[in-house]
T-cell receptor, first 112, second 112 residues
Framework: EAQVTQNPRYLITVTGKKLTVTCSQN?????MSWYRQDPGLGLRQIYY???????DKGDVPEGYKVSRKEKRNFPLILESPSPNQTSLYFC???????????FGPGTRLTVL | GQSLEQPSEVTAVEGAIVQINCTYQ??????LSWYQQHDGGAPTFLSY????GLEETGRFSSFLSRSDSYGYLLLQELQMKDSASYFC?????????????FGKGTMLLVSP
């Protein structure tokens, strides 16, 4: 089944404790991206990647890192999480950068 | 930067027709997409317009006017399951890079 998976789905952590949210797709898509969703603000793009080893900042990159060492995986790294990063996070992938995006199920992160 | 405006909430009854408008301000406009999201779930793609005019997909249609920086999503024969949030999203292309910027979403409430 073609899908985008994210792990964990739910995470409660404390300020400053490094964490990684994994994202994997099995559709051989070149383009992957991360979004955060906050009430009343819609989805905002954090980072995106057009291919292996090619990443760039979206609209709200501060406090986040990403890497794209393999085509299928695009992890989101929070080196020192803060409470303002409490949010619902979505990973998405598409065949090319202008194509329809397929979203993962989301990761609900709470930083205390 | 980019900005999108869409109504925060729309209500309608089963069987009715509803139109959700989206106006945008952006540079490097490439196309307008619409996504549906049920409460807390993954956004799913509905429709995409790169050129002016109407695109029809079953009960859903989407319209774009590039000269007016305006688009809308039309939902016909509304069903209870259509109660969800609907996001317009602008695809931009600048210097060979593409970003997707989402509006804040319109919550559609369908009543019996």
């Amino acid at each position: 089944e073609a899908q985008v998976t994210q792990n964990p789905r739910y995470l409660i952590t404390v300020t400053g404790k490094k964490l990684t949210v994994t994202c994997s797709q099995n559709m051989n898509h070149e383009y992957m991206s991360w979004y955060r969703q906050d009430p009343g603000l819609g989805l905002r793009q954090i980072y995106y990647s057009m291919n292996v080893e090619v990443t760039d900042k979206g609209d709200v990159p501060e406090g986040y890192k990403v890497s794209r060492k393999e085509k299928r995986n695009f992890p989101l790294i929070l080196e020192s999480p803060s409470p303002n990063q409490t949010s619902l996070y979505f990973c998405a992938s598409s065949p090319g950068m202008t194509d329809t995006q397929y979203f993962g199920p989301g990761t609900r992160l709470t930083v205390l | 930067g980019q900005s999108l405006e869409q109504p925060s909430e729309v209500t309608a009854v089963e069987g009715a027709i509803v139109q959700i408008n989206c106006t945008y301000q952006t540079s490097g406009f490439y196309g307008l997409s619409w996504y549906q999201q049920h409460d807390g779930g993954a956004p799913t793609f509905l429709s995409y317009n790169a050129l002016d005019g109407l695109e029809e997909t079953g009960r859903f249609s989407s319209f774009l006017s590039r000269s007016d920086s305006y688009g809308y999503l039309l939902l016909q024969e509304l069903q209870m399951k259509d109660s969800a949030s609907y996001f317009c999203a602008v695809r931009n292309m600048n210097s060979g890079y593409s970003t997707l910027t989402f509006g804040k979403g319109t919550m559609l409430l369908v009543s019996p």
